[in-house]
C-alpha cells in the first residue's frame, strides 16, 4: 500500500481509511489538470525564492507538463492506495525524478492545494456553462425573431389572458439567460481569486511570493487573507451553485412550458419526432421526455446550493473534513447542466410553431382588453369602458380583429431584441476569459 503524505509509522486502520477516503480518489479525477497547473505555478515560485534550483525547476517542470497531457488526453489515474491526486503527482514525480519530487510540497498544504483546485475547475467549467449558454440564447433570439408576428395566447392562472407571440415567448427565456449569466459573472469573480500560499490556513514561514502565482495563474486577484482564503472553501461552491441554480431555473421552466404547449390540448408547438419517445401501449404516444428529464434535472441542480449550504454551514473558521462530502455534489454539476443546455438548444433549433392558434375562437376573449383600450383611446372613461365590455362578453356579443397594434418598448410589435443581444454581448466581454485562457497557456509552455 502506498503512503500517505501525511502518514508517519502507524498505518490507519483500513475501514476507517475507506470511510475517510470515501469518494475523493473519484472525484479528484476532475480536479487533475489543474492539480498540476497549481503546482507548475507554485514550482516556479519556489525557484525565484531560492526554494528550488533552476535545473530542479526545469526538470520538474518538463515532467508536470507530460502529466498535464496525460489528464488533458483523460489517461489520469489514481492508483490503489494513493489517497487523492495530490499524491498520485507527487508520486509519478518521484518515480521518474527522485527526490526533487518531494520538494514541491514546501509551503504547500493539501488544504490549500485543493481550494486551489477546485477554483480552477470551477472558473474553466465557468466558461463552459457561458459558452452552452451563449448557444442556446442564440437560438431563442433567432426563433424570437423568426416568429415575432405569429401570435398565441397569454395566460395567468392558466386562464387565457391576453395576446401574447412567440417572438415574446422565446425573446422572454433569452433575456433570462442574460440575467443569469449576469449572476454567473459575480460566481465567476469570487471564484477567480488566488487562495495558494494559505498553506492549512494560516500562512507559511517561507517567503512565498504570493503576487507571482496570482500572476501566473491569470487571477484577477488573490484572496489576501490567509484565515478567509480557507473560509472560502464552501462559500466559493455555494455561490457558483446559485448561479447554476439561476440558469436550471430558466431552462427548467422553458421545459414546462414546452411540455404543455406540445401537448394535444394546446398544440402551440411540436417537438422533433427525434426528441419524443413512444408507449408500450399508446401507438400514437410522442412523449416529451427529454423535456421533461430536462425538468427534473434542473429541479435537481437548484437543489445544489441548499445541500452545499447544510453541508458547510455549522462549521466555525479552520479546515474540516466534512468540507469534502461537497465535492460529491458540486464537481458532476456542472455536467448535468451543460448537458441540459446542449438538450433544449438542439430542441429549440428545430422545434415548429402553430402559427394558427389564434384561428380558433376559443381563444377571443384574449382581445378584451384591447377593445376596451380602444374605447378608452376615443375617449370613453376606462371604468365604463371595461362595464361595457365586460357585458358584451355576458351577453355573448363580443367581437374583435384578431389583430395587436403594440408598440411600446418591450412589447409584441416592439421586442427590443436588439437590445437583449447587446446586453448579452456585454456581459459575456465581462467575463474577460482570455486572460485566463493566455496565462494558462504561457504557464504550460514553461515545461517546454
Request: hydrophobic letters at 40%.
Amino acid at each position: 500500500m502506498a503512503q500517505k503524505l501525511w502518514e508517519k509509522n502507524v498505518q490507519v486502520n483500513e475501514e476507517i481509511e475507506r470511510f475517510t477516503v470515501g469518494r475523493d480518489r473519484e472525484m479528484d479525477l476532475y480536479l487533475a489538470k489543474h492539480d498540476v497547473l497549481g503546482s507548475m505555478a507554485h514550482i516556479t515560485m519556489l525557484e525565484s525564492i531560492g526554494l528550488l534550483t533552476a535545473d530542479e525547476l526545469k526538470v520538474l517542470l518538463a515532467e508536470l507538463k507530460n502529466i498535464h497531457a496525460i489528464a488533458e488526453r483523460g489517461e489520469f489515474v489514481i492508483e490503489e492506495g494513493v489517497e487523492d491526486v495530490h499524491s498520485q503527482v507527487e508520486l509519478m514525480l518521484t518515480r521518474k525524478l527522485g527526490d526533487v519530487g518531494k520538494k514541491i510540497h514546501s509551503g504547500r498544504s493539501r488544504n490549500d492545494q485543493v481550494l486551489l483546485d477546485l477554483k480552477l475547475f470551477t472558473r474553466a467549467q465557468l466558461r463552459e456553462i457561458t459558452e452552452e449558454v451563449e448557444i442556446l440564447f442564440k437560438e431563442l433570439m433567432a426563433q424570437s425573431n423568426r416568429y415575432k408576428d405569429v401570435l398565441m395566447p397569454g395566460y395567468t392562472h392558466l386562464q387565457i389572458a391576453m395576446p401574447s407571440s412567440f417572438g415574446l415567448w422565446f425573446g422572454a427565456y433569452a433575456e433570462s439567460l442574460v440575467d443569469d449569466l449576469t449572476f454567473l459573472q459575480a460566481a465567476y469573480r469570487m471564484c477567480n481569486r488566488n487562495p495558494l500560499g494559505s498553506a492549512a490556513g494560516y500562512g507559511s514561514s517561507f517567503p512565498l511570493n504570493r503576487e507571482m502565482t496570482t500572476r501566473l495563474l491569470g487571477f484577477d486577484s488573490m484572496n489576501y487573507n490567509v484565515v478567509y482564503a480557507q473560509m472560502g472553501r464552501g462559500k466559493m461552491e455555494r455561490n457558483v451553485a446559485f448561479a447554476l441554480a439561476s440558469i436550471a431555473g430558466t431552462i427548467g421552466k422553458l421545459a414546462f412550458d414546452a411540455c404543455m404547449f406540445n401537448s394535444q390540448n394546446f398544440g402551440f408547438v411540436k417537438l422533433p419526432d427525434e426528441c419524443t419517445t413512444g408507449s408500450s401501449i399508446m401507438p400514437h404516444k410522442k412523449n416529451p421526455d427529454v423535456f421533461e428529464l430536462t425538468r427534473a434535472k434542473c429541479n435537481k441542480i437548484q437543489s445544489l446550493p441548499q445541500q452545499i449550504m447544510m453541508i458547510a454551514n455549522n462549521l466555525p473558521s479552520g479546515y474540516f473534513r466534512d468540507l469534502q462530502i461537497i465535492k460529491e455534489v458540486f464537481l458532476p454539476a456542472f455536467e448535468e447542466l451543460k448537458d441540459c443546455l446542449r438538450m433544449t438548444a438542439y430542441i429549440i433549433n428545430r422545434i415548429k410553431v402553430n402559427e394558427h392558434i389564434l384561428d380558433d375562437d376559443r381563444y377571443l376573449y384574449i382581445f378584451s382588453v384591447e377593445e376596451v383600450n380602444r374605447l378608452a383611446a376615443e375617449g370613453m372613461p376606462f371604468r365604463d369602458a371595461y362595464k361595457k365590455v365586460g357585458l358584451d362578453i355576458e351577453a355573448g356579443k363580443f367581437t374583435h380583429s384578431k389583430q395587436v397594434h403594440h408598440t411600446h418598448a418591450g412589447s409584441i410589435g416592439n421586442l427590443c431584441n436588439d437590445r437583449i443581444e447587446a446586453l448579452m454581448n456585454q456581459v459575456i466581454t465581462g467575463f474577460n476569459f482570455t486572460a485566463v485562457e493566455t496565462a494558462e497557456k504561457e504557464l504550460l509552455a514553461t515545461g517546454k
